[in-house]
């Protein structure tokens, strides 16, 4: 019997998954934000009961109650008042930030994306036939941290703004004088913010995390947020997400634009979601402390083992954006592929060069201590 419900390994080839099917038998995936983890029980029994009733069919706008609870939740995590109609739920939020584009843009329009990003968010811009302004984030030797300069001057000249906030792939949390400062030169040029909240859960440290609309009805009124359950508890697949917009013409453009592409939300996965945000914050509590103790633990390692990698550690999300080109070895992500058989997910395809990864270590610890081993070995037979 494992010591902790998070150490126990699953083998989870048994169900289609995309983390390990991606690859050959024999490399391990450290890459999709999926964790290798089983959901709480809350949701599996929340799950069954649903079963129990064996008629599927459409779920409308999504549940009163669950709208009650994003809002009750809203209140208590953030001190956000929001009202729970100002709810949408949605199949995910990469299905919502595509929806808000299209709502709030038009061809040839500026979106400003900070870099590197989450690879949907760096590809937003094309789908949409949008002009992408890219603003680097400082090197992860100087901290990661925004430019809030540049980050600034560009939002001056520009129509939206897709912020990542906790940032997939470094970690980083926004302050509130930063996200200030990004809701005024917002508010001043009159660019739309969309606000991929996904990560906002898995925060280290007693850091608390703050949406961007939470800071005033100004800004609350010209911003999208995305938010969802699937991150934290590992519901991905049940393709789930809500979008919160209080500013009732911003909400009924942003319905408007759905064009029968992405209307509503899985009828089990807000069943789930429900269940998770009602009952699960103990299992989440239990997570996040095992979460941490995993990215302390890969600090520690790589520091004493592979000292040339460069870490900031994350204070939100089980994601590590790993700097390896002091290695030099090239194509980092391929290099670990071949030579460690462990996949991350390669630097260019967040905008950045092929001596980044990134690593998840959402996972139980002895996966993560095998990942760190087998990098460990292919550099000492280089
Ligand atoms: C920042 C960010 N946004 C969105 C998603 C995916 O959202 P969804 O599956 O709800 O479309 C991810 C998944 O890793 C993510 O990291």
């Known amino acids: ?111 400003v994306v900070e870099t590197p990003v989450y690879p949907p968010i760096l590809a937003a811009a094309g789908n949409w036939d949008l002009t992408r302004k890219e603003v680097p984030l400082r090197s992860v030797s100087e901290g990661s941290t925004v430019d809030l300069h540049r980050l600034t001057a560009a939002l001056g000249d520009a129509e939206a703004f897709l912020l990542c906030n906790p940032h997939n792939p470094t970690g980083m949390m926004r302050t509130r004088s930063e996200l200030e400062a990004i809701g005024k030169a917002c508010l001043a040029s009159g660019a739309v913010i969309i606000s991929d909240e996904i990560h906002c859960d898995i925060v280290y440290g007693g850091k608390k995390h703050i949406p961007i609309a939470s800071l005033s009805p100004e800004i609350a009124n010209r911003t999208v947020t995305l938010m969802a359950a699937s991150k934290t508890y590992n519901i991905a697949g049940l393709k789930t997400a809500y979008a919160i917009i209080p500013d009732a013409e911003l909400r009924r453009r942003f319905v408007a634009a759905n064009l029968g592409m992405s209307e509503g939300a899985n009828v089990l996965g807000l069943v789930a979601t429900e269940a998770a945000l009602r009952h699960g914050r103990p299992w989440k509590q239990a997570l996040i402390s095992y979460l941490e103790a995993n990215r302390d633990h890969l600090s520690h390692r790589l520091s004493r083992e592979i000292p040339e990698i460069r870490l900031v550690s994350p204070d939100a999300t089980y994601l590590a954006w790993l700097d390896c080109t002091a290695l030099e070895l090239g194509d980092a992500y391929r290099f670990f592929l071949d030579k460690a058989k462990v996949a991350f997910n390669p630097g260019p395809s967040f905008g950045s060069d092929d001596g980044h990864v990134r690593l998840n270590f959402g996972c139980p610890r002895a996966l993560l201590d095998e990942g760190i081993d087998r990098m460990v070995k292919s550099l000492s037979q280089r």
């Not at 995910?92 to 038009?106: D, E, H, R, S």
């Open 1 to 111: 019997m494992a010591a902790n419900e998070f150490d126990a390994v699953m083998d989870r080839r048994r169900v289609p998954t995309s983390k390990w099917d991606r690859y050959p038998e024999g490399v391990l995936p450290m890459w999709v934000a999926d964790m290798d983890f089983p959901v709480a029980e809350a949701i599996t029994a929340s799950l069954r009961d649903r079963l129990d009733h064996p008629v599927f069919g459409y779920g409308g706008p999504g549940p009163a109650t669950l709208r009650d609870v994003i809002a009750a939740d809203m209140q208590d995590l953030y001190g956000w008042s929001i009202s729970p109609a100002d709810v949408v739920f949605l199949p995910g939020v990469v299905p919502g930030f595509n929806q808000a584009l299209k709502a709030f843009t038009q061809s040839g329009d500026r979106l």
